[in-house]
């Protein structure tokens, strides 16, 4: 594989144009591409031109660059979270309709979770998550479900911080994350009033195939002191969904990589 002056292969420095872009600026400039990417400018226009022609980028009318339908495609294609995504939507739209709050599904990548799926209620408490969002796991309900049931050493690595405060109640400290992961596994799920927005309250269960912890199925509601009593009805649809994914032929072996540090 070619590879630029500074060692990087042509794939790595067009990994590092697609990760220019992101859910607050989901169009950009070549310039803008160029800056954020730490690439030359020539260098940014021929992989932006070569993306174009592959329809991995596309154009506007102003010829700025946005992520090309292409890439959807191959991502729909290939994603190993299909099946999880289009299970848990029934269990989602359920407990959406009951519940009247927002509802999302998340899975351990590395050291955060990743937001696979949401439903947002009309008037409901704004939420920092989004399809394809990430948060780190020590901050949200859905990271602490998640982390709580992950392997010692990925544990270890994200005790030892840093732990980034998004509101005062945020858990930055060492010990009090690893009493919350105690009760988290004690009680069957995470309660988090204020850790992401102030006047926020997210709660998670874990939803488990085969035994093993996969996803995080959480709500975030108003912060007010009755978000608890909606832990009950979570949990009841977070085992539902586990085990209609359990009867799925295969659905194990195939649920490895999310689970994986």
């Known amino acids: 594989m ?17 990760e220019a872009f992101s859910p607050q600026e989901p169009v950009l400039t070549v310039s803008q591409i160029s800056r954020r990417a730490a690439l030359p400018m020539a260098t940014t226009v021929r992989l932006v031109e070569e993306l174009t ?6 154009r506007d009318e102003q010829r700025r660059v946005r992520i090309g339908n292409r890439l ?21 739209s359920d407990l959406h309709s009951v519940v009247g709050h927002s ?32 948060l780190p796991l020590h901050a949200s309900s859905a990271g602490l479900v998640l982390l709580a049931h992950a392997p010692a ?11 980034q405060p998004y509101t005062p109640h945020t858990i930055t400290d060492q010990r009090a994350l690893r009493a919350a992961l105690a009760e988290v596994r004690q009680n069957g799920f995470a309660l988090c009033p ?17 035994g093993r912890v996969v996803a995080a199925l959480g ?6 002191e009755h978000a608890w009593s909606l832990a009950r009805p979570l949990q009841i649809t977070g085992m539902a ?7 799925q032929a295969g659905l194990s072996q195939r649920i490895q990589p999310w689970i994986q540090p």
């Open 2 to 18: 070619a590879r630029s002056s500074s060692g990087e292969s042509v794939l790595t420095r067009a990994v590092r144009v697609l």
């Open 53 to 58: 022609r592959h329809g991995l980028l596309a």
């Open 72 to 92: 959807w495609e191959l991502a729909q294609r290939a994603s190993p979270v299909g099946t999880l995504r289009e299970t848990a939507m029934q269990f989602m």
């Open 103 to 134: 509802a999302q599904l998340g899975i351990l990548d590395g050291q955060e979770v990743l937001f696979i799926e949401r439903l947002i209620a009309p008037g409901a408490v704004t939420t920092v998550t989004r399809i394809g969002g990430r």
């Open 153 to 163: 050493d990925l544990r270890d690595r994200v005790l030892r911080g840093p732990l």
């Open 194 to 210: 204020g850790h992401i927005r102030p006047n926020a309250t997210g709660i998670s269960v874990p939803v488990r195939v085969a």
């Open 219 to 224: 709500l975030v509601v108003p912060n007010e």
């Open 241 to 247: 969904l586990g085990r209609a994914l359990d009867v």
